[in-house]
């Protein structure tokens, strides 16, 4: 009797394992109970919900077999086991009190009633063991079958132990220990591969989304923060369309098409007024919009091939300016995947606009504090060179005219804002003028050297850099001595940056003086000071980044050595430089 019974056993259990497994799969693909992932913990709400599909597809398992002896051959170890592996100790045993309290109190009962809700309870609990000390190499088929394999061997065992009269028990094991072993072993580990499976494909999806993404930003950062105009749009409609497999990319402000890539360019034309209505309640409603049916994008031009589109509006802060569309034809429909990866590119387009505003915001800002250095200049220093002038008008007129023509061209330089970078020639020279005044008045107790190699006079810097520092080691330093010092400029070129030493052997500084020279922002000490230490210092972060501020040694005594570097970026526009660098800083 038993011979002829097992093979129908094990038909009837592989045919409900299959339908099992597919709707345990489909629930998993098609609902939000899906959202699975291994390295993030989910919501409460969604981590119960998920507890109970197990535990239902453990109750389910309970009816895939025939009645026998009071008992069902089953396939409870499949749904409970996936749940331990899957989601930890707490899920599997979760799912195991369901499904195993389900087959104690609400099911036939029976003689082995008892033994099969243990058995079940302690599978789910020691898959979610197994997957603890695994961690994210829990979902392997490997595991989960072997877990099927001892877990069921032990429910026979618990059902011979527990289960009286014990003959019937016997009876029972020898019809169904070999089919309910096996299937629900294979039935375990293939549900856990196809579970991981599903995973890396999420995963993968994810990444090429995200890859996708990625590319095209790397590609047009800095485009739109130029402002939303035909030339931008244009060129980062190209790139998504070449990106992305869609039938035309276009991108509109308020009421005129900037560009459009791809078919239906015929009529959606640079320039043309926004030809679709979906277009222009997407920008009204200022929600995106995934249409799929011609006659809803609203075109007036009965042979637009466009079936499909992807609409996201463009913003600046709180404000539409413009929108994303991305087109699809019958030939290259649109899906829910291109939709989130159009909402996620409008998103970064808008901060790209939104950093065009402070861009120029910081770039006025630069500007204007140029022209508020050179509004610092010491007026003591003026006032002094105009006195020192007078007293030499008697005594050495050739020498007054020479110092009024170096306070001239000194003035000049200093006051001229028309510019950006200049040759450090210029700051040299205004550096002389600067120097030959001073000696005017002090004689011998200042004393000035240069070493400056001939392809640094070249080199195009700030102005208004190298003159404060030279009149604080002046000012600050030598003069700090009743005998007066020197000061030494000298200025390289070496690995594609200018090198700038400043040094003075005067009275030297504390390192606590130091820093507050570099951080204070007291107006006080910029007037002392001449233009001070610090503003040079924070103009060279602004401009170059922090790597090219200033690098200060002194000691009370001992003098003080101002070094600096002016990277070879100066060759462009400050503008530019202020651009490049606001470029870095987005993209890290």
């Known amino acids: 009797m038993l011979p002829d019974y097992l093979p129908e056993l094990f038909i009837i259990l592989s045919q409900r394992f299959g339908l099992l497994l597919a709707g345990g799969l489909a629930v998993l693909t098609l609902t939000p109970i899906g959202r699975i992932s291994l390295t993030r913990k989910p919501s409460r709400r969604l981590w119960i919900a998920q507890m109970l599909m197990f535990g239902l597809f453990g109750i389910l398992g309970t009816y895939t077999g025939n009645a026998v002896f009071q008992s069902y051959a089953n396939l409870r170890a499949m749904g409970v086991i996936t749940a331990g592996l899957f989601g930890g100790p707490a899920m599997g045993l979760g799912a195991g009190l369901i499904a195993g309290g389900h087959r104690y109190l609400i099911d036939i009962g029976g003689f082995s009633a008892l033994p099969c809700a243990l058995a079940t309870v302690l599978e789910g609990l020691a898959a979610g063991l197994v997957a603890r000390r695994l961690g994210n190499r829990r979902l ?100 998504i369309y070449d990106l992305i497999p869609v039938a035309a990319v276009d991108i509109a402000s308020r009421d005129r098409v900037l560009a459009h890539v791809g078919v239906g360019g015929d009529h959606h034309t640079t320039g043309s007024a926004i030809r679709t209505e979906a277009t222009k309640k997407a920008m009204q409603d200022g929600e995106g919009v995934f249409i799929r049916d011609r006659s809803e994008i609203g075109c007036d031009v009965e042979s637009c091939p466009l079936t499909e589109a992807i609409i996201v509006p463009l913003r600046k802060s709180s404000q539409i300016v413009g929108c994303l569309k991305l087109y699809g034809t019958a030939d290259k429909p649109l899906d829910h995947t291109r939709f989130e990866l159009a909402k996620g590119l409008a998103d970064l387009f808008s901060t790209q606009l939104e950093l065009e505003d402070i861009q120029i915001k910081n770039q006025l800002l630069a500007h204007a504090e140029i022209r508020r250095l050179q509004a610092q200049i010491n007026p003591h220093f003026l006032f002094n060179s105009l006195n020192t002038i007078a007293s030499f008008c008697r005594t050495s007129p050739r020498q007054a005219r020479e110092l009024l023509l170096d306070l001239s061209h000194y003035m000049r330089q200093s006051l001229d804002s028309s510019r950006g970078f200049v040759p450090f020639a210029e700051e040299l020279s205004r550096v002389r003028s600067y120097i030959s005044i001073e000696k005017a008045r002090f004689g011998e107790r200042i004393r000035y050297e240069e070493d400056v190699a001939p392809e640094a006079e070249a080199w195009l810097a700030p102005p208004l850099l190298v003159q404060p520092l030279v009149e604080n ?22 690995n594609d940056l200018l090198h700038v030493t400043i040094e003075d052997d005067g009275v030297g500084m504390a390192p606590e003086t130091i820093a507050e020279m570099l951080t204070t922002t007291n107006e006080a000490e910029h007037l002392e000071g001449g233009i001070g230490m610090r503003n040079c210092n924070s103009r060279l972060e602004q401009l170059f980044g922090p790597e090219h501020g200033l690098s200060i040694e002194s000691a009370p005594g001992r003098g003080t050595t101002v070094r600096m570097t002016i990277p070879n970026t100066a060759l462009s526009s400050p503008d530019a430089v202020l651009e490049d660098r606001q470029n870095e800083e987005s993209v890290s």
């Open 473 to 494: 080691g002046v000012r600050h330093g030598v003069l700090g001595r009743e005998s007066g010092g020197g000061v030494r400029l000298t200025a390289s070129v070496e």
């Open 140 to 239: 392997h088929w490997g595991w989960a079958g072997g877990i099927a394999l001892v877990g069921e061997s032990l429910h026979m065992a618990l059902v011979l132990l527990l289960s009286r009269p014990l003959g019937d028990a016997i009876a029972l094991v020898q019809i169904i220990a070999g089919p309910m072993i096996v299937v629900n072993a294979l039935g375990a580990a293939l549900f856990v591969e196809l579970l991981a499976m599903q995973l890396r494909f999420r995963d993968k999806r994810d990444s090429g989304q995200a890859h996708q993404i990625l590319s095209i930003v790397n590609q047009t950062v800095g485009m739109l923060r130029r402002g939303l105009n035909p030339e931008s749009a244009r060129a980062t409609a190209r790139i």
